[in-house]
């Protein structure tokens, strides 16, 4: 497969937790690794995600939670991008998440669950990686 | 201040000392690195001496404890007096889970309350509306109405422990329901002591729990601080915080520049409303993080100190002593904590409770080991209390004030970051104050630029983090992690249920009108609140009360 257009991310906080960090860093990461990524800011509702990956036509969307809402808001935004036909959009996640809430996720189809420590270089390769271009 | 000529003389035997007997190692051994920084980045020497402090005038810069500058410590005595009250944040699920933790930790001989709201509370949300499905109980206590904040409290006398409220946004609300939940213990306001957070800005900025525009924010905290000189004068009405700061990304000396710049907003704001600076300003109280960089941390809060009691006389002229300390609350820093070796966290900790100590912290926090990975378990909140007692009783720092004092690497520290800062807060006066560099975004810039630079820095192997990047190990997942019950949303909703058919929801109406109606006038807004809460109306009723007449914020995205 030949990438011929560059790789689009949704960067995106679900839920009503304010620690965006993380998501920031990746964000800048991933940019700094020549993706064009798009930061949705608080407090975002699976819908309004799902929206808004649709619209920028991502091919990835980085779901950051560390209220501990997961189980909860990573399988919806699964859920709503099926339901839409959008399910060709890689899906991973981030935060604080327990070890054993992680096949679970996985299970509802979050392609991979990154927890604190990992080092950013490792979640750009898994999206060169991973994504459906 | 030092003899000029002794100092030269110091300056030409450090010269040549460095020439000679430095090199000679350095030669054959060179030094780890070609460079030294602090965890804030600042350049580390390899040796400091009387030089490097020479400026320094110990009575105008140092003073003595309870005095001005304050950069010794705000008592007089410190902790040989008392010693810090040693107050762990705690709270999840619903009100009588939470309630059962509370009376473990004094049980244990935690010496003050410290209450961990939920998102959907901090943020003006019952727990049956569709934002709160997934966060209810999550990270804090479920709080709908009075009938939770009684539960959460039952059994523990008012008048007799400090309670600080991580509360910010719906301040009012909690502490107008704190009030009503004394008068039912017979405890009157005057006798209640604690604190709110209530510091909006760095909402905006770090945290994230903004309801309402900066304005209307502005003015519900210059109520509160009006209500409260009138009613609660025990009561520490704002913890302005730069723990959130820290914790998206600051350094130590950011920590302190945007910290206080906000301090000067509040300050600023309340003289604007009318209110003399020596009635409020003493009741101003601080909350600070401490990091891993155990002498830099030490300095940081001296350097706090003495900023920002030069701020309140120079600045605003406050006369009254009280209105120039800075008293803080520190907690450890959660950002610090790795998932990975969990245990090595109880060291981590322990360093930063010592530079809490050390750098004369009026009440502390100490993290969980398990924190990286979820909320606390009893175990882990009880070893991290210990620390605390074992700092207090064993490692004798407790027994003199301000031991670090006169060091002068310390010394030179503590003088860089007030320096630092106070470039920093000149640049903001520059931009508006506060609230302004906010709005443009340079505040949550510089700091996501540092948080940036500190995990390159991590990654390129020139910081290190044990266990992380390196001395890694196969590792079992942790066990005996804290799980919130699952039930607990669906548990409060069905207590709304009942609280909505059972209270006078014609008196519910009739004070979330009156709320309304003052909240459209200038009139201060605590009074109404005050009603509303009585009548068991739900935080969310009264959020969006004030939601419909002061509109909500809207954030701008940086990256």
Redesign the interface.
């Known amino acids: 497969m030949t990438q011929t257009n560059t790789i689009r991310v949704l960067v995106a906080k679900p ?7 993380g998501a ?2 990746i ?3 991933l ?1 700094d690794a020549g993706m064009e ?1 798009i ?5 975002q ?1 699976p819908e309004q995600i799902v929206e808004a990956a649709i619209q920028e036509d991502v091919d990835a969307i980085g779901l950051s939670i560390l ?3 997961h ?3 990573f399988p919806k935004v699964v859920e709503l991008l099926k339901k839409e036909g959008a399910d060709d959009i890689l899906v991973i996640g981030g935060g ?1 998440i ?3 809430d992680i096949p679970g996720l996985k299970e509802a189809g979050i392609a991979e669950i990154f ?3 990992t ?3 490792r979640i750009v390769e898994f999206i060169k990686e991973n994504v459906k271009h | 201040m030092y003899d000029k000529d002794y100092i030269e003389k110091i300056n030409e035997k450090k010269k040549d000392w460095e020439e000679t007997t430095v090199k000679k190692v350095t030669s054959k051994y060179p030094e780890r690195y070609e460079k030294f920084y602090t965890n804030s980045n600042q350049e580390v020497d390899r040796l400091y001496t009387e030089s490097d402090i020479q400026d320094l005038d110990y009575l105008e810069d140092l003073g003595f404890p309870g005095q001005y500058p304050y950069t010794r410590g705000v008592q007089p005595t410190m902790y040989r007096g008392r010693l810090w009250t040693m107050r762990q944040y705690a709270g999840f699920g619903n009100a009588e889970e939470s309630n059962k933790r509370y009376k473990y930790l004094l049980s244990q001989g935690q010496t003050g309350l410290s209450v961990a709201f939920d998102l959907p509370t901090q943020i003006g949300y019952d727990s049956d509306q569709p934002l709160s499905q997934g966060e209810v109980g999550k990270v804090g206590v479920a709080i709908d109405s009075l009938k939770d904040m009684e539960l959460l409290f039952n059994g523990i006398p008012l008048d007799k422990v400090s309670t600080s409220m991580t509360i910010n946004a719906p301040a009012s609300v909690l502490l107008a329901m704190y009030i009503a939940v004394a008068e039912k213990q017979g405890v009157s306001p005057e006798k209640l002591s604690g604190t709110i957070q209530n510091d909006i800005l760095k909402e905006y900025v770090a945290r994230g729990t903004y309801i309402f525009p900066p304005q209307p924010s502005m003015r519900l905290i210059t109520n509160i601080f009006e209500f409260c000189s009138a009613n609660l004068p025990r009561w520490n009405t704002i913890s302005i915080s730069g723990y959130h700061i820290r914790e998206a990304g600051a350094t130590a000396i950011q920590e302190v520049a945007f910290t206080l710049a906000n301090g000067i907003a509040y300050v600023e704001a309340a003289i604007n409303a009318g209110l003399d600076v020596d009635e409020f300003a003493p009741r101003l109280s601080f909350f600070f993080n401490a990091h891993n960089d155990l002498l830099e941390e030490v300095a940081k809060f001296r350097a706090a100190r003495r900023l920002w009691a030069r701020i309140m006389k120079e600045r605003f002229k406050a006369k009254k002593p009280k209105s120039l300390m800075l008293r803080f609350h520190t907690q450890t820093g959660g950002s610090t904590l790795t998932a990975q070796q969990p245990d090595n966290n109880i060291v981590r900790v322990t360093l930063q409770a010592l530079a809490a100590v050390l750098g004369g912290t009026q009440s502390l926090h100490t993290n969980s080991r398990d924190e990286a990975l979820a909320l606390p378990s009893e175990d882990s909140v009880r070893i991290a209390l210990r620390t605390q007692q074992i700092i207090a009783h064993e490692s004798g720092v407790a027994e003199t004030i301000d031991p670090l004092a006169g060091s002068y690497y310390v010394e030179s520290l503590t003088n860089s970051i007030e320096q630092k800062a106070r470039e920093y807060i000149e640049k903001i006066d520059q931009l508006g104050g506060s609230p302004k560099a906010i709005e443009k975004g340079y505040i949550q810039q510089e700091i996501q630029d540092s948080a940036y630079r500190y995990q390159m820095d991590i990654e390129s192997g020139r910081r290190i983090v044990v266990g992380v990047n390196k001395f890694q190990i196969e590792e079992e997942p942790p066990k005996g992690l804290l799980k919130v019950d699952p039930e607990v949303g669906r548990k409060q909703e069905e207590q709304l249920k009942e609280l909505k058919s059972s209270r006078d929801n014609l008196a519910v109406q009739e004070a979330l009108k009156e709320l309304e109606a003052k909240a459209k006038t200038d009139e201060n807004v605590m009074p109404a609140v005050i009603k509303c809460v009585k009548c068991y109306a739900t935080l969310g009723e009264i959020c969006d009360t004030l939601r419909g007449v002061f509109g909500e914020y809207k954030a701008s995205v940086i990256i």
């Open positions: 839920g009503l937790d304010g620690h965006d960090r920031k860093v964000a800048r990461a940019r990524v930061y949705t800011g608080l407090r509702t209220s501990g809402a189980n909860f808001l604080v327990p070890d054993e927890t604190p420590g080092p950013t270089s």
